[in-house]
């Protein structure tokens, strides 16, 4: 489907309206997607799991390319086409719930995490948290692709964008993505290809793993003490590395591992890298 009018008349038939309270914003170009699909990863897919099925028009397109498809949606009352679509594409699974209350990663085996792609069209107000959630809960996945509002694209990468400098756009999301890999900016999605039309366009990324053994494993092992360090180390913002995490009595562990590493004592958390982050949590944690 790659009209507006169709998919507006396909949206009648099931009654449904978006919400704006869960910040639904339906992508209902199906070739975009498919050029997208293309481009981004090396197709066909063995299992996927998408975030927001929505109207099915993201999902309709990983069916045709996966070997198993799961795909979860808050929204109920998208109910009844989710349920024509997966009866239309057998090897799809739609679950009605909220995705920020499973653990996502009791969803698929170890054997098919190991050949996972996560693919998603995030709210603006849903994007840090669903991006570390899945970094966290399903780290061992080939690739995660993601549709954003681009405003927030420098603030995931953490450079310099949105009348911002690298240095205010260097945040605990950002330093967390890192961790799981590199951050590749895809094509803008103009506003007119949504329905209904967002306030600005937005945007794809490609989030591909960090293919290091020992990073990515420590990735699985410690994701929850790695991720918890880095927040700590953003506490506050535009103060030390110090200052923050003496607000959880680590004042003097993090000066003894600045001293120990050969770093200023007034370091700042946006200065540190993915293995910085993950050798002061050894040292503070393990």
């Not at 169709?6 to 050029?35: C, M, P, S, V, W």
């Not at 999605?189 to 990073?215: H, T, W």
Request: charged share 25%; net charge negative; proline share 3%.
């Amino acid at each position: 489907m790659e009209n507006k009018q169709d998919f507006l008349t396909y949206l009648g038939q099931y009654g449904i309206e978006a919400k704006k309270a869960l910040g639904q914003n339906f992508l209902y170009d199906e070739a975009l997607i498919e050029r997208v699909l293309e481009e981004a990863l090396d197709l066909p897919l063995d299992n996927v799991l998408e975030i927001g099925s929505g109207a099915g028009s993201l999902s309709r397109v990983l069916a045709k390319h996966a070997q198993k498809l799961v795909s979860i949606e808050k929204d109920e009352s998208l109910g009844h086409l989710l349920q024509d679509l997966g009866s239309a594409c057998p090897n799809a699974s739609f679950i009605l719930t909220d995705a920020t209350q499973l653990d996502l990663s009791f969803l698929f085996t170890d054997d098919e995490k190991d050949s996972l792609h996560i693919v998603a069209n995030l709210p603006y107000y849903l994007t840090s948290e669903l991006i570390s959630q899945l970094i966290l809960e399903l780290p061992q996945a080939q690739a995660m692709l993601f549709l954003v509002q681009k405003d927030a694209v420098p603030r995931l990468s953490g450079v310099e964008g949105d009348g911002k400098s690298k240095s205010k756009n260097q945040g605990w999301i950002s330093k967390w993505i890192s961790c799981y890999g590199t951050l590749k900016p895809l094509q803008t999605v103009r506003r007119d290809k949504f329905f209904p039309e967002p306030n600005i366009s937005s945007q794809f990324i490609l989030l591909e793993p960090d293919m290091n053994f020992k990073r990515r494993n420590f990735l699985m092992r410690h994701g929850d003490l790695l991720l918890h360090t880095i927040k700590l180390s953003f506490g506050q913002r535009r103060k030390s590395l110090v200052n923050c995490l003496d607000q959880v009595g680590l004042k003097d562990r993090a000066l003894l591992w600045l001293q120990e590493t050969g770093k200023s004592t007034t370091e700042r958390a946006e200065n540190l890298d993915s293995d910085d982050f993950i050798s002061l949590t050894k040292f503070l944690f393990l």
